[in-house]
């Protein structure tokens, strides 16, 4: 995420009145060209710096970004974007420039485009940029070397030998854990007749998933729980809270990669373990960093699925009842379409992580220097009319979905099998076992997370018939902590 505090208040746009790139706008007529000497244009050889930087003005009516409304609902103001300036040239609140793509053919085209590196060093200011980019606390705890930041061949070796954990036979030989993890959350308060979904079920139950799958012993899972709550805040916490909890993370996981090479078992540290051992040459650092990636990105876009899904089928009550009805006669295919459409709809990543142009290109007709930063807007790309037909209908059976919420390209996320088990589960045991859920809130009143990256509610109140506890009985005892 780019805000080091994605809990934090959205920054209103600190663009200026006059934005300082021209952009293409098909909508509108040519905007008027920048007078010479014009604002330093760092991209152009022998620029001269002028006392004040002129620019040039934005498209007219370009709706407010990144403010709170903007956050509760970015969709209006994603389509401006895709009908009138597809490729934006845009001041994050962070303020770093950037520019967004929201067009589909853009986007798709971009994911997969080896001259956009997921490499830092190549952003034209790097260092200017430094703590505003990335996985917040991930430089100062030295866990960079992962695979959202790095280009092949590294991402080949890294990406290969991660790739094991993650087979369709891996992910289905998982998927009784998940079950289990699954009805025990609910568990835990469906006798309460109202919870809140995401503090007691989105969230905990992929970060115990990820830190089975990863090899963490029980008793210390509650820690990544904790570590992980604050790298998202889901509750808020203290100014300097991310970074220490980034930092703890990164120095248990060094000291349980020690630990775990006197005693390997069938876990993904073990794995990556045994693969440096036979001349991989996985360095330690690599090794932590890639496990770090792994439990961060494979629990919050979960978190953010589990949530925004069930948020989506609340609001739609009669898409929800013809998945419920399928649920009852022992289909799985409405299902399976249903989390494809949520991730679609209302996905849990609203922009692509962070690329930089190694050389000069063009993105839908708009020149890109080399340096730039490219964020591919996935949220937009997956509502462009242009591919999807009705793309602001929720449709549980929609069968051409080609969606983005997962990437595409070889940066397409490993973990995504992994990330759909959990979402079907957690989705069919929630309706299956609470069938009269409801939301405990005014749809106006619920809060999102203001990160950049990840899109994904703050809490998620909700109300159902509580559960006899008969009922509870079938499903095992109620549980102590995982």
């Known amino acids: 995420m780019n805000d080091p505090r994605p809990d934090a208040r959205p920054a209103r746009d600190p663009r200026p009145a006059r934005d300082p790139r021209p952009v293409r706008d098909p909508g509108s007529a040519p905007e008027p060209a920048a007078p010479e000497p014009a604002a330093r244009d760092p991209h152009r050889p022998g620029a001269g710096t002028p006392a004040a930087p002129v620019a040039v003005p934005g498209p007219e009516g370009m709706p407010e970004l990144f403010s709170w409304e903007f956050a ?24 770093v420039d950037a520019w967004l793509v929201t067009r589909y053919a853009d986007a798709r085209e971009a994911l997969a485009d080896a001259r956009l590196s997921k490499n830092p060093v190549h952003h034209a200011d790097e260092a200017g940029a430094r703590g505003k980019t990335g996985i917040p606390g991930e430089r100062g705890a030295d866990l960079m070397t992962h695979l959202l930041n790095i280009d092949p061949p590294d991402h080949t070796r890294l990406r290969r030998l991660v790739s094991k954990a993650f087979t369709p036979r891996r992910v289905a030989a998982f998927a009784p854990r998940v079950a289990e993890l699954t009805d025990r959350f609910i568990d835990g308060f469906a006798a309460e007749g109202h919870a809140d979904l995401i503090h007691a ?15 963490v012993p029980p008793e210390d899972q509650d820690d990544f729980r904790d570590w992980a709550g604050m790298m998202i805040r889901h509750g808020g916490g203290p100014r300097g809270g991310v970074a220490r909890s980034v930092k703890r993370m990164r120095a248990y996981l060094v000291e349980l990669i020690h630990r775990k090479r006197g005693d390997l078992g069938d876990d993904l540290i073990s794995g990556l373990i045994r693969a440096s051992d036979h001349g991989e040459h996985l360095t330690e650092n690599e090794a932590a960093a890639m496990a770090f990636i792994l439990l961060f990105a494979g629990f919050e876009t979960t978190v953010n699925l589990i949530g925004n899904g069930m948020h989506t089928l609340l609001r739609h009550p009669a898409q929800r009842a013809a998945l419920q009805e399928s649920l009852a006669r022992g ?63 929720v449709d549980l059976a929609r069968r051409d979905n080609p969606h983005l919420g997962y990437g595409h390209g070889i940066h397409y996320c490993l973990g995504a099998p992994l990330a759909r088990l959990e979402a079907r589960t957690a989705l069919a045991t929630l309706l299956t076992r609470l069938p009269d859920l409801r939301l405990a809130a005014e749809p106006e009143d619920l809060r999102w997370r203001g990160g950049l990256i990840m899109r994904g509610l703050r809490t998620l109140p909700v109300a159902f018939t509580p559960e006899p506890a008969a009922v509870r009985g079938r499903h095992g005892d109620t549980p102590s902590p995982p």
């Open 72 to 95: 509760t609902d970015p969709y209006p103001a994603y389509a401006w974007l895709r009908e009138h300036a597809p490729v934006r040239w845009t001041r994050l609140p962070s303020g």
């Open 201 to 215: 079920f989105a969230f905990p139950l992929p970060i115990y998933a990820i830190c089975d799958l990863l090899g």
């Open 331 to 393: 289909e799985e295919g409405l299902l399976e379409t249903a989390v494809e459409e949520l991730l679609r709809f209302d996905g849990p990543v609203e922009l692509a992580t962070w690329r930089y142009a190694t050389e000069p290109l063009t993105i839908g007709g708009q020149p890109v220097a080399a340096g730039d930063p490219v964020l591919v807007v996935l949220a937009a790309a997956d509502r462009d009319p242009g591919r999807f037909a009705g793309p602001d209908t």
